[in-house]
């Protein structure tokens, strides 16, 4: 079934916010290795190209349903926070925006009654569901930490373990 224009401009759109996602995780990246701090730098990379695959599954839907996948720029991202408690309230704060998002989608979806797209979405619905959960727990252990150095490089260890699993070829699914 192809896919209706609607839904077509919508998940173009989507695909560049993953992108940018993806650009906002790089640049905390490079804000955790300029603090010293390889872990939160670590985790956030994974990050970053996890938002790559976001955007490649939404590719990959448009181009399955015959549409037109239309890249446009990327807008820059903050490239310093305040703080690392800043920079994950940021990131989930940004993940909850990302949820709204999707939540629209699938408004249209059902709008326009394109069942293909809606099975498709909710994916993204669980997914968010973990991003903004992740994200969350971060937030919550800098709470508890204040700014004990100890405490930061006890997380520090602990993101440094997060490990970005690559889809297998041809696949985009898991993340
Ligand atoms: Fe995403
Ligand atoms: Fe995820």
């Not at 037109?68 to 305040?82: F, H, K, L, N």
């Not at 326009?112 to 569901?129: H, I, P, S, T, Y």
Request: hydrophobic share 45%.
């Amino acid at each position: 079934m192809v896919i209706g224009q609607a839904l077509q401009d919508a998940i173009n759109k989507q695909i560049n916010a993953e992108l940018y996602s993806s650009y906002i995780y790089l640049s905390m990246s490079a804000y955790f290795e300029s603090l010293g701090l390889p872990g939160f730098a670590n985790w956030m990379r994974c990050q970053a190209q996890e938002e790559v695959l976001h955007a490649m599954k939404f590719y990959h839907h448009l181009c399955e349903r015959d549409g037109r996948v239309v890249v446009a720029a990327i807008d820059g991202p903050a490239t310093d926070w305040e703080s690392p408690l800043d920079a994950f309230e940021t990131a989930y704060a940004h993940e909850q925006k990302v949820t709204a998002m999707i939540s629209a989608l699938v408004d249209l979806a059902e709008q326009e009654k394109d069942r293909a797209a809606n099975n498709f979405l909710q994916w993204f619905v669980g997914e968010q569901v973990e991003e903004e959960a992740s994200a969350k727990a971060v937030v919550d252990k800098l709470n508890l930490i204040k700014d004990a150095p100890a405490g930061l490089f006890m997380v520090d260890a602990e993101l440094a373990q997060r490990v970005f699993v690559a889809p297998p070829p041809g696949g985009e699914a898991g993340a």
